[in-house]
C-alpha cells in the first residue's frame, strides 16, 4: 500500500506544480488518511518541495482505527505537548525553500490561518480547495473492497437483529445493540449514530432513537453502517412489526421502493447527479409527496460517510466507474410513520453488469 499512498500524493503534488505552488498544507482528517494510510489525531500532511512529512502531536498508536501508515513517510512528533502540528508543517515548508503553501481553507480556522502566516511570513498562502476531495471520489479496488466488507459486516448484524424479539424493546436498546454487533463482527466501530425508528417516529431521517417502545403493528426503520478500516457504508430498512401489514403501509412501502429502484438503476457512468436524484423523486413526487422530500436522494461514501458526490436537485456533475454512493429515498407522514430504504452501491459500466450493490438484506417488506 505504501506504493498507493505515494503515487496520491504525488497526483496532488503534481496538481499543486501545474498551479504554481510549491507545497501543500493537508488538515482535513480524513484527506490526511487518504494521503498518509493513517489519521492520527491531529495530524496534519506536508506535500513539501523536497520531502511528505507527517506532523502528529503525539506518537502514532498503531490501533486499526488510526490506519494503517504508510511506512515510508517520515513522521514527527511535536517536541512539546499543545504546539500545532499545522505551524511546524507551515515552518518546515519554509525551511524547505518553498515560496507558496496551499492550504486547505474550508477546513483551516481563522485562528489557525493567522497562525500560519505569522509563523512563515514568506510563504504565499493560497487555497487547495477540494483538491483531495475530488481526488477521493473515485475509489480504487481496495477501496471498494474494504467497503464491501463493511456493508457484510452491516447486513450481519441488522440480519441478527432481525431474528430476536422485538416487541417491547426501545428504540435506543436496538441502536446500541447494533451498534455491538457491528464490532463483534470486525467493524471498527459504527459509521455514524445509528437511527432506529419505531411507529410514528419510522421514515425519518437520522431519527435519534428514543425510549419509545416497539409495539404491534408499528413500522420499525433502521439505518445503520459500519466503518472498516475507515471506510464507511450505510444501509437502510423498514419492516412491519408482528402482524400483516395494513393497506397504507403496503401502498407506502411499494412506493418507496419503486423510487429507490428507479434511483439504483439511473447510476450509471456519465448519469448527472441531478439525474439520478430526479429519478428516485419524481416517482414520489408524482404521488403527491414531493414537499416532505428530504434536499438530496443520495451521496458519496468512503472514508467519510457523506463525501462527494451529492445526488442532489441542483447537483454539478456527473457520475464516474467506482464511485460508490448511497439511493435512500424516503417518505414520512406526521404521525403515523413511514418508509425509508437505503443501499449503499458503486458505479459500474453496463457491460459490467451495472451498478453494485453492496449491502444485500432483503428489501422484501417483511413482517416480524
Same mark, same amino acid.
Given at each position: 500500500?505504501?506504493?498507493?499512498?505515494?503515487?496520491?500524493?504525488?497526483?496532488?503534488?503534481?496538481?499543486?506544480?501545474?498551479?504554481?505552488?510549491?507545497?501543500?498544507?493537508?488538515?482535513?482528517?480524513?484527506?490526511? !488518511?487518504?494521503?498518509?494510510?493513517? $489519521?492520527?489525531?491531529?495530524?496534519?500532511?506536508?506535500?513539501?518541495?523536497?520531502?511528505?512529512?507527517?506532523?502528529?502531536?503525539?506518537?502514532?498508536?498503531?490501533?486499526?482505527?488510526?490506519?494503517?501508515? &504508510?511506512?515510508?513517510?517520515?513522521?514527527?512528533?511535536?517536541?512539546?505537548?499543545?504546539?500545532? /502540528?499545522?505551524?511546524?508543517?507551515?515552518?518546515?515548508?519554509?525551511?524547505?525553500?518553498?515560496?507558496?503553501?496551499?492550504?486547505?481553507?474550508? #477546513?483551516?480556522?481563522?485562528?489557525? #490561518?493567522?497562525?500560519? !502566516?505569522?509563523?512563515?511570513?514568506? %510563504?504565499?498562502?493560497?487555497?487547495?480547495?477540494?483538491?483531495?476531495?475530488?481526488?477521493?471520489?473515485?475509489?480504487?479496488?481496495?477501496?471498494?473492497?474494504?467497503?464491501?466488507?463493511?456493508?457484510?459486516?452491516?447486513?450481519?448484524?441488522?440480519?441478527?437483529?432481525?431474528?430476536?424479539?422485538?416487541?417491547?424493546?426501545?428504540?435506543?436498546?436496538?441502536?446500541?445493540?447494533?451498534?455491538?454487533?457491528?464490532? &463483534?463482527?470486525?467493524?471498527?466501530?459504527?459509521?455514524?449514530?445509528?437511527?432506529?425508528?419505531?411507529?410514528? #417516529?419510522?421514515?425519518?431521517? !437520522?431519527?435519534?432513537?428514543?425510549?419509545?417502545?416497539?409495539?404491534?403493528?408499528?413500522?420499525?426503520?433502521?439505518?445503520? $453502517?459500519?466503518?472498516?478500516?475507515?471506510?464507511?457504508?450505510?444501509?437502510?430498512?423498514?419492516?412491519?412489526?408482528?402482524?400483516?401489514?395494513?393497506?397504507?403501509?403496503?401502498?407506502?412501502? &411499494? +412506493?418507496?421502493?419503486?423510487?429507490?429502484?428507479? $434511483?439504483?438503476?439511473?447510476?450509471? /457512468?456519465?448519469?448527472?447527479?441531478?439525474?439520478?436524484?430526479?429519478?428516485?423523486?419524481?416517482?414520489?413526487?408524482?404521488?403527491?409527496?414531493?414537499?416532505?422530500?428530504?434536499?438530496?436522494?443520495?451521496?458519496?461514501?468512503?472514508?467519510?460517510?457523506?463525501?462527494?458526490?451529492?445526488?442532489?436537485?441542483?447537483?454539478?456533475?456527473? %457520475? &464516474?466507474?467506482?464511485?460508490?454512493?448511497?439511493?435512500?429515498?424516503?417518505? #414520512? +407522514?406526521?404521525?403515523?410513520?413511514?418508509?425509508?430504504?437505503?443501499?449503499?452501491?458503486?458505479?459500474?459500466?453496463?457491460?459490467?453488469?451495472?451498478?453494485?450493490?453492496?449491502?444485500?438484506?432483503?428489501?422484501?417488506?417483511?413482517? +416480524?
Amino acid at each position: 500500500m505504501s506504493d498507493v499512498y505515494a503515487a496520491r500524493r504525488g497526483l496532488l503534488r503534481d496538481r499543486c506544480a501545474a498551479a504554481g505552488t510549491a507545497a501543500a498544507l493537508i488538515t482535513r482528517p480524513a484527506n490526511v !488518511r487518504y494521503l498518509a494510510g493513517a $489519521g492520527p489525531a491531529d495530524a496534519v500532511l506536508l506535500i513539501g518541495p523536497a520531502e511528505d512529512v507527517l506532523f502528529c502531536a503525539g506518537a502514532p498508536t498503531g490501533e486499526p482505527e488510526e490506519g494503517r501508515l &504508510d511506512e515510508h513517510l517520515r513522521v514527527s512528533v511535536l517536541p512539546t505537548r499543545g504546539g500545532d /502540528p499545522a505551524v511546524a508543517g507551515a515552518d518546515l515548508a519554509a525551511a524547505q525553500r518553498a515560496d507558496s503553501l496551499a492550504v486547505e481553507e474550508h #477546513h483551516l480556522t481563522v485562528a489557525r #490561518h493567522r497562525a500560519l !502566516r505569522s509563523v512563515a511570513p514568506g %510563504l504565499r498562502l493560497g487555497d487547495l480547495g477540494t483538491a483531495v476531495e475530488q481526488q477521493r471520489l473515485v475509489k480504487d479496488e481496495e477501496e471498494i473492497a474494504c467497503l464491501r466488507i463493511a456493508a457484510e459486516i452491516a447486513d450481519q448484524a441488522l440480519g441478527e437483529l432481525l431474528e430476536s424479539i422485538l416487541v417491547g424493546r426501545t428504540e435506543r436498546h436496538l441502536a446500541l445493540e447494533l451498534e455491538r454487533r457491528l464490532v &463483534d463482527h470486525g467493524a471498527d466501530g459504527p459509521a455514524f449514530p445509528t437511527s432506529v425508528g419505531t411507529g410514528p #417516529h419510522s421514515g425519518r431521517s !437520522r431519527h435519534r432513537p428514543s425510549d419509545r417502545r416497539v409495539e404491534e403493528g408499528d413500522f420499525l426503520s433502521v439505518c445503520l $453502517g459500519a466503518s472498516y478500516r475507515g471506510y464507511r457504508c450505510e444501509i437502510g430498512r423498514t419492516f412491519v412489526i408482528g402482524t400483516t401489514p395494513a393497506d397504507w403501509q403496503i401502498e407506502l412501502y &411499494d +412506493l418507496v421502493f419503486a423510487a429507490q429502484r428507479a $434511483g439504483r438503476e439511473a447510476l450509471l /457512468p456519465g448519469a448527472a447527479y441531478r439525474d439520478v436524484d430526479h429519478a428516485a423523486r419524481s416517482v414520489l413526487g408524482s404521488a403527491g409527496h414531493g414537499e416532505a422530500l428530504s434536499p438530496s436522494t443520495g451521496h458519496g461514501v468512503g472514508l467519510e460517510i457523506d463525501e462527494d458526490p451529492q445526488l442532489a436537485p441542483t447537483a454539478m456533475g456527473k %457520475l &464516474d466507474a467506482c464511485v460508490p454512493v448511497t439511493v435512500e429515498p424516503g417518505v #414520512h +407522514l406526521p404521525g403515523r410513520g413511514g418508509v425509508r430504504i437505503d443501499d449503499t452501491l458503486v458505479v459500474r459500466p453496463e457491460a459490467d453488469g451495472g451498478p453494485e450493490l453492496l449491502t444485500i438484506t432483503t428489501k422484501e417488506l417483511l413482517a +416480524l
